[in-house]
Nanobody
Framework: QVQLVESGGGLVQAGGSLRLSCAAS????????RGWFRQAPGKEREFVAA????????YYTDSVKGRFTISSDNARGTVYLQMTSLKPEDTAVYYC????????????????WGQGTQVTVSS
């Protein structure tokens, strides 16, 4: 059984920070690309960040560049999203994703998904 489990979400004031974690189990993800997406109420799921399986390449949507950092610990099978300078518009459910193809900013390209963790940024 393949499973991705997110944690670390919560309520934070604007300008604050959170670190999300995504732990993988059931199958080795050490050679999978990993990504973070988010979905705000009434909106489509959108790409946030991704990292190659080696950790050597990272990708970000423009709105989070310079504020969010994606990293991975393959020994632990865990990927992280460090979020700083949070804004109310970052409020969403954040989803972790994995795939054995290369990173992509398209939802349909990712085969494995977590259940999501809520991030709420108050103004």
């Amino acid at each position: 059984q393949v499973q991705l489990v997110e944690s670390g979400g919560g309520l934070v004031q604007a300008g604050g920070s959170l670190r999300l974690s995504c732990a993988a189990s059931g199958r080795t993800f050490s050679r999978s690309a990993r990504g973070w997406f988010r979905q705000a109420p009434g909106k489509e799921r959108e790409f946030v960040a991704a990292i190659s399986w080696s950790g050597g390449s990272t990708y970000y949507t423009d709105s989070v560049k310079g504020r969010f950092t994606i990293s991975s610990d393959n020994a632990r099978g865990t990927v992280y999203l460090q979020m700083t300078s949070l804004k109310p518009e970052d409020t969403a459910v954040y989803y972790c994703a994995a795939d054995f193809s290369g990173p992509s900013d398209r939802v349909r390209d990712w085969a494995y998904w977590g259940q999501g963790t809520q991030v709420t940024v108050s103004s």
